[in-house]
């Protein structure tokens, strides 16, 4: 079956460390994203890339780092300088052509990371 | 600053009724709009797009779109409980050759049987 998964799907955490929350996808898109979700709000972007090495800072990437060295993958590390790391991370991936529909973003099911 | 904006709810609707749920857009250069749908705890999953001014069809749904205005709505017929979740509304835009959405902060629909 194609696409995204995220794990660990619970992630807990103790200030002042870095964790990684992993993101793979088989679905070939070029395109992937990481969005932040707090409680009553809606996605913010943290990161994105479109392509292999290549991938651009969201509206709210500080306290964060990714890399992408594999089409399938695209790992998000929350740094100790994020200061309020607690929230529910999503990944999603997309095509990049120019029609509308590949433009379609399609989700894991998301990793809720607590900061104890 | 691109926004977009949705009421936040909680929209209550009757089972068999009609639901609207409505979202303006800051960015009058948007091309293509989203809406997903989120059960509590859950990933967004799609329902429609639309990129056409007007109407478009699918099932229970109707999205509709009007760029003049920079509103888009959906419908859903024939409300059921199951389709009780946030939806959120997501616009695309281009910015240096890359794409993003922007996403609205979703609207709660509780429908009751």
């Given at each position: ?5 995220q ?61 992408r ?7 998000l ?40 | ?8 709810g ?46 478009k ?29 946030t ?27």
């Amino acid at each position: 079956d194609g696409g995204i998964t995220q794990s660990p799907k619970y992630l807990f955490r103790k200030e002042g460390q870095n964790v990684t929350l992993s993101c793979e996808q088989n679905l070939n898109h070029d395109a992937m994203y990481w969005y932040r979700q707090d409680p009553g709000q809606g996605l913010r972007l943290i990161y994105y890339s479109q392509i292999v090495n290549d991938f651009q800072k969201g509206d709210i990437a500080e306290g964060y780092s990714v890399s992408r060295e594999k089409k399938e993958s695209f790992p998000l590390t929350v740094t100790s300088a994020q200061k309020n790391p607690t929230a529910f991370y999503l990944c999603a991936s997309s095509g990049t052509s120019g029609a509308a529909s590949y433009n379609e973003q399609f989700f894991g099911p998301g990793t809720r990371l607590t900061v104890l | 600053q691109k926004e977009v904006e949705q009421n936040s709810g909680p929209l209550s609707v009757p089972e068999g009724a009609i639901a609207s749920l409505n979202c303006t857009y800051s960015d009058r250069g948007s091309q293509s709009f989203f809406w997903y749908r989120q059960y509590s705890g859950k990933s967004p999953e799609l329902i429609m797009f639309i990129y056409s001014n007007g109407d478009k069809e699918d099932g229970r749904f109707t999205a509709q779109l009007n760029k003049a205005s920079q509103y888009v709505s959906l419908l859903i017929r024939d409300s059921q409980p199951s389709d009780s979740a946030t939806y959120l509304c997501a616009v695309r835009y281009l910015t240096g050759g890359y794409n993003k959405l922007i996403f609205g902060a979703g609207t709660r629909l509780a429908v009751h049987p």
